[in-house]
């Protein structure tokens, strides 16, 4: 995965489908109301350093960074130091069997 999206993401990280729900039960800044946009349970996460952190007031997206050592997460936003104009890139998963 590194050597397929590090060209792009080493700048800006990528997006992986984790997210903060500012509106479900549980949430609160800046470590309440994670979820997967698939619903599946939490089993894992992979924060770097002090993160999340909310830097900014308005970080609810986890993203993957490649800059500071591979595949540690770090919650972003708008209101994060440097986020580029136009968001950043992100990660998919997708079922590659044929449907029946
Ligand atoms: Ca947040
Ligand atoms: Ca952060």
Do not use: H
């Amino acid at each position: 995965m590194y050597e397929t999206f590090s060209p792009q993401m080493a700048q800006v990280g990528a997006w992986i489908g984790f997210y903060q729900d500012l509106e479900g039960s549980g949430f609160s800044e800046p470590r309440g109301g994670w979820k997967w946009i698939s619903g599946e349970p939490i089993t894992f996460t992979g924060w770097t350093g002090q993160e999340p952190n909310n830097q900014g007031g308005a970080e609810d997206w986890a993203t993957l960074e490649l800059s500071n050592g591979c595949c540690e997460w770090n919650d972003l936003g708008p209101t994060s130091g440097g986020f580029p104009e136009g968001g950043v890139p992100g990660i998919s998963e997708r079922d590659l069997a044929p449907p029946i």
